[in-house]
C-alpha cells in the first residue's frame, strides 16, 4: 500500500475553518499580546485566505529584488549607473 493512499489529504474548507477557528481561540484568549496577534491576522485575513486558493507565489519577484538590493550594496558610493551591471 502506498503512502500516499493513507494519508488524508487535507482541503482548502478545512485549512480556512480552521484558520478561522484558531482567530476565534485568539479573540477569546486572556492575554492582550494573543488578542492584539488575533486583530493583525483578521485584519489581513482576506489576503491569508487567497493564499490557501491561489497557487501563485511571488517569491520570483522577491528574489530579484534580493539580487537587486545586494548588488546595490556591493555597488556602494558608484554614481553611474553603468557601474551597477555585472
Known amino acids: ?3 500516499n493512499k493513507s494519508k488524508k489529504a487535507i482541503k482548502k474548507e ?3 475553518q480552521a484558520f478561522m477557528q484558531f482567530l476565534q481561540q485568539l479573540e477569546e ?3 492582550d ?3 492584539t496577534f488575533g486583530k493583525t491576522l483578521k485584519s489581513w485575513s482576506a489576503e491569508i485566505m487567497r493564499m490557501f486558493t491561489v497557487p501563485y507565489s511571488n517569491g520570483v519577484t522577491e528574489g530579484f529584488h534580493r539580487k ?3 548588488i546595490q550594496r556591493r555597488a556602494y558610493g558608484f554614481k553611474n549607473f553603468e557601474n551597477y551591471r555585472l
Open 68 to 70: 537587486m538590493k545586494l
Open 33 to 35: 499580546l494573543f488578542k
Open 14 to 16: 478545512d485549512l480556512i
Open 1 to 3: 500500500m502506498s503512502k
Open 29 to 31: 484568549a486572556g492575554f
